[in-house]
């Protein structure tokens, strides 16, 4: 009966009931269908809150409606496709489907080609490329291994920046190339912005209507959610920010040193957030008021101007341009607009697809506010201008403390961006916001930004390597201070580099107590500009390459974070390096051994 809806194992029903119940299944209405699908699981759950110790009735077998079947497939560097993903999972459950929820980084290839509804959701990362889980997949999928697709349907959500030149890169290919091997869109692509959650729940809305619609069949009796959600333990989140009191804001480069780094310290008393090594905070900034009068006297609009913000409030263009709307950022998609607006044959030539070089050589560098400047608007509305901008979407950071030692509380290690060009100073918005725009008496609106994709091993034994030059060492300080805390008995070995030892090491201190403890096993440390010759963390890895290799061997998990564009590439090719000299192989086999540490999760990356 591989294919009746209700089976007889592990299940108080006869073969005779079974086979009644199948008998009169193609019968039913679809209200029947869903009336007998709730008295089964109101009856399994009475039975289960009475202690009984019998087996559940009968449950609908996972093949019970093979055409309802379909495969979520997500692939995500800092958790939010594989959020979204099991949210379209959810959503297909409750709706009657069986839907299959898939890491890029495990899913087994060869089950491709029998897939009939594939559904995908990936992130771009960087300049255009795959997610970390995502690279085998996409490489795959791009190679001449790939089979012909001619039975699947799919669609694909696409999360991205539209600050980057290549804005949803990866979607888009494998949009495109799931359609050139012969699979049929079942529904068009959606590209999302930072700001992603109108767009990625109007797709969702949009594939259910679609399968509903094709898929007349009536849905599967369904008693529970394929996918496990954890419980929520705050009303706090993303769309509702938590107003975090800021308990301490302390620079801790030194004097004379190029940067201005923090250590900001904010309270979550009652909030009931909480979060695990590996986390970020979500900060929603304001902008800074200078620039904010600045851009409304440069475009001629009043700042008591009646307008809509980004939640469709009512309020006025100041208030708008300080906390609903991205001021300072250049994107594509604004300077399309605007250049339609202005009615500016410049920035439409600088638009056209054969200068790209030179429109990414235009808005390096440049603001919102040049391009009011360079190009004026006559006659725009304060309505029609706030139309130009996207939404101030929050900023993330690697939270550098750890629940269990700080329960209350919440660190962030926060580089402040200032910096000149084409004859201005600019700052970062929410670098700038936490460091100089919130009173000691003021509030953060924050949430707490889950990655699943950056975790500490499950067993505390398991030996960890941690490369994070600049403040991308704040994780494993949360790291440190979460195996401190468990009593952990893994070994601990942390690559550090920045500028200059005496201004820029930063919580010295604290690694060395750590070191002489036990609980640091080693700190290798580089400072670029104390010696002529400039020597950064990859460095460092090269020189130990021996006993760096000999704990992989033992199963150590290697972790990087900090700057996506340099750093990262820089480490991987030195990882890399080690394999292949260490193991006296080629370098294929070296670019295999890496490959597998990361699908096991045992190199795992936060860059940006």
């Keep these: 009966m591989g294919n009746d809806l209700f089976s007889v194992q592990n299940s108080p029903l006869t073969a005779e009931q079974a086979e009644t119940l199948n008998r009169l299944i193609p019968a039913l209405t679809t209200e029947q269908l869903t009336w007998l699908g709730g008295y089964l699981a109101g009856f399994n759950a009475a039975r289960q809150g009475a202690g009984s110790a019998a087996q559940p009735m009968a449950q609908p077998v996972a093949d019970a409606s093979p055409a309802r079947a379909v495969t979520v497939l997500f692939g995500s560097q800092t958790g939010n496709a594989e959020k979204l993903a099991e949210m379209l999972c959810q959503r297909l459950s409750a709706a009657g489907f069986t839907p299959t929820l898939q890491n890029m980084g495990s899913y087994k290839t060869r089950q491709l080609k029998r897939e009939d509804y594939l559904f995908v959701i990936v992130s771009t990362h960087g300049e255009g490329d795959p997610p970390d889980n995502a690279e085998a997949f996409h490489e795959f999928l791009h190679g001449k291994k790939a089979p012909k697709l001619d039975s699947l349907r799919f669609s694909v959500l696409a999360l991205g920046d539209s600050s980057y030149e290549h804005f949803c890169k990866t979607g888009q290919d494998f949009?495109?190339?799931l359609e050139a091997l012969g699979?049929?869109?079942?529904?068009?692509?959606?590209?999302?912005d930072v700001d992603y959650d109108d767009s990625a729940e109007a797709w969702i809305d949009g594939i259910l209507k679609s399968l509903s619609d094709e898929l007349s069949t009536p849905a599967a009796v369904t008693t529970g959610s394929a996918v496990a959600v954890p419980a929520t333990t705050s009303s706090y989140s993303r769309k509702n920010p938590f107003p975090a009191a800021l308990l301490e804001n302390l620079k801790i480069t030194g004097r004379g040193s190029s940067k201005d780094v923090r250590h900001v310290e904010l309270s979550l008393e009652g909030s009931s957030l909480s979060f695990e090594p590996g986390d970020s905070l979500g900060i929603v900034p304001s902008n800074c008021p200078e620039l904010v009068a600045e851009l409304m006297e440069v475009a001629g609009l009043d700042p008591k101007a009646v307008v809509s913000d980004a939640k469709k409030e009512t309020t006025t263009l100041e208030e708008a341009l300080s906390h609903s709307y991205e001021i300072t950022t250049i994107t594509r998609p604004f300077l399309e607009k605007y250049a339609t607006f202005a009615e500016s044959r410049e920035l439409g030539r600088l638009l056209q697809e054969e200068n790209r070089a030179q429109l990414r050589d235009f808005i390096y560098g440049r603001e919102?506010?040049?391009?009011?400047?360079?190009y004026p608007l006559r006659g725009i509305t304060a309505e029609q201008f706030i139309g130009l901008l996207r939404k101030l979407p929050p900023r993330l950071y690697s939270i550098a403390s750890s629940y269990q030692a700080n329960p209350d509380e919440v660190h962030l290690t926060v580089g402040v961006v200032r910096y000149q060009s084409h004859g201005r100073s600019r700052k970062g918005v929410a670098t700038t916001f936490l460091s100089e725009r919130v009173p000691e008496d003021g509030t953060v609106p924050v949430y707490v930004?889950?990655?699943?994709?950056?975790?500490?091993?499950?067993?505390?034994?398991?030996?960890i390597i941690m490369v994070g030059p600049g403040t991308g060492v704040?994780?494993?300080?949360?790291?440190?201070?979460?195996?401190?805390?468990?009593?952990?008995?893994?070994?601990?070995w942390l690559f550090f580099g920045d500028r200059h030892f005496h201004t820029d090491f930063l919580y010295q201190r604290e690694?060395?107590?750590?070191?002489?403890?036990?609980?640091?096993?080693?700190?290798?440390?580089?400072?670029?500009?104390?010696?002529?010759?400039?020597?950064?963390?990859?460095?460092?890895?090269?020189?130990?390459?021996?006993?760096?290799?000999?704990?992989?061997?033992?199963?150590?998990?290697?972790?990087?974070?900090?700057?996506?564009?340099?750093?990262?590439?820089?480490?991987?090719?030195?990882?890399?390096s080690i394999v292949e000299k260490e193991s006296r192989v080629s370098r294929e086999k070296a670019v295999e051994y890496v490959r597998d540490l990361q699908q096991s999760r045992r190199y795992q990356r936060d860059v940006y």
């Excluded at 699979?183 to 959606?190: C, D, E, I, K, S």
């Excluded at 506010?369 to 360079?374: M, P």
Aim: charged share 35%; glycine share 4%; proline share 4%.
């Design 511 to 576: 690694w060395l107590d750590y070191r002489k403890n036990g609980l640091l096993t080693r700190i290798d440390v580089a400072f670029s500009r104390d010696e002529e010759k400039k020597t950064y963390v990859q460095h460092r890895m090269l020189e130990n390459s021996r006993e760096l290799y000999a704990w992989l061997e033992e199963g150590a998990y290697f972790y990087v974070c900090g700057d996506a564009e340099y750093m990262a590439p820089d480490v991987h090719e030195a990882l890399l």
């Design 474 to 492: 704040a994780p494993f300080r949360a790291f440190l201070e979460e195996r401190e805390v468990t009593e952990a008995s893994g070994r601990n």
């Design 449 to 463: 930004d889950s990655n699943k994709n950056f975790r500490l091993p499950e067993d505390s034994a398991t030996p």
């Design 175 to 177: 949009d495109t190339r």
């Design 183 to 192: 699979g049929q869109r079942f529904y068009p692509r959606m590209d999302c």
């Design 368 to 374: 919102i506010i040049d391009v009011v400047r360079g």
